[in-house]
């Protein structure tokens, strides 16, 4: 009897052994998750408050709140799942029901989990299907952010992810008439659905020779989208190299509220890229209206060189240049043109 109960106890102990090794192996995982329960009920099921979700990291786990999360006061429970996918946490916090009834009313809930062998020290947060940016424990180990604004407690632990896709550059030159002067403009397409914003700079100076062209976004904390272009090469200020440049600003998760456009002329050499020049090109609001086109005219960055007694400025200008037509590669359009989409003053326009 006593060698079954020992057989038995050395079972047990190694089926713990063999669960908790499993637990190491599989990767990230939720566990330890309740809630608060009803805090203060209300009869709307339209008035809601602001969620706030913050993280702690613990060694390889993470512990998260999830503070004032709404949700139907006839729930018996809040599921939260999370799935991992290249540096991508992806969580789903859900209500929970006995049977199919539903309450006329919901309720602020206080939701705690864990992310067990959460490691790495960035990931890319998406809560409920809602994309908050990118999070980093590198320099503290807890985080926090109002999902419903995107405010932050620690403004350093979150990063908004924008980044720049479909950039393309079209060469003008050609097409230039000698003595003819094209101004440098901006036209910006807001699809409010998407997060996506697009931007098509029409006339844009480049260096004369040049081996780099790039560009860079990036959202800060107070809602300014920062555009580069960036180049390698000497100054514009002699060149006659013309050129449309198109791009697409993606993954733009909150409301912009301004917007600023700058030309680097970098040296690229052995210890990296060193910037030669800065030039802020544009600085104002971005207030979007739905679906909203804006037309910004810039100047000429051989312009802003002769007006500028450092390489660090912010020129502003918002006289409009009229008549010009131009196809969405860019070219001024002469003539009569055909049926179709162009461009003027920054606005898509129909020809019929």
């Not at 004032?68 to 599921?79: E, K, T, V």
């Not at 802003?304 to 912010?314: A, E, G």
Request: hydrophobic share 35%.
């Amino acid at each position: 009897m006593k060698r079954v109960i020992f057989l038995l106890m050395i079972a047990m102990m190694t089926t713990r052994f063999s669960a908790f090794a499993q637990n190491e192996e599989a990767g990230l995982y939720v566990g330890d998750v309740s809630n608060s329960g009803c805090k203060s009920q209300t009869r709307s099921t339209s008035v809601r408050g602001n969620t706030i979700l913050k993280l702690t990291r613990d060694g390889d786990n993470i512990f998260g709140e999830l503070t004032d999360f709404y949700a139907n006061c006839a729930i018996s429970g809040i599921s939260v799942e999370c799935k991992e996918d290249d540096h991508t946490l992806n969580i789903m916090a859900e209500e929970q029901f006995e049977g199919f009834e539903r309450a006329e009313c919901i309720c602020p809930y206080n939701v705690s989990f864990t992310l067990f062998n959460a490691k790495e020290e960035q990931y890319t947060l998406i809560v409920n299907n809602k994309n908050l940016g990118n999070v980093s424990f590198e320099t503290h180990s807890v985080v926090e952010i109002d999902i419903t604004t995107l405010e932050q407690a620690y403004e350093e632990g979150f990063e908004y992810p924008v980044k720049i896709r479909n950039f393309n550059f079209y060469e003008l030159t050609q097409w230039i008439k000698p003595g003819e002067v094209r101004k440098p403009e901006l036209a910006a397409f807001h699809y409010a659905n998407y997060g996506t914003e697009e931007f098509l700079y029409l006339n844009y100076r480049l260096p004369k020779e040049f081996t780099y062209l790039d560009s860079q976004a990036k959202l800060d904390a107070d809602s300014t989208l920062v555009l580069e272009i960036i180049t390698d090469g000497s100054s514009v200020e002699e060149s006659e190299r013309i050129a449309s440049l198109t791009m697409e600003v993606v993954n733009v998760v909150k409301p912009l509220k301004h917007l600023r456009l700058i030309h680097k002329v970098v040296a690229i050499g052995e210890n990296g890229m060193m910037d030669k020049e800065v030039i802020t090109l544009y600085e104002g609001d971005l207030n979007w209206v739905y679906d909203q086109v804006k037309a910004i005219e810039l100047k000429d960055l051989s312009e802003c060189r002769k007006n500028t007694s450092s390489n660090v400025q912010s020129i502003i200008s918002n006289s409009p240049n009229e008549g010009s037509l131009y196809d969405f590669t860019g070219r001024q359009i002469i003539g009569q043109p055909q049926r179709g989409m162009y461009i003027r003053n920054g606005r898509k326009i129909v020809i019929k």
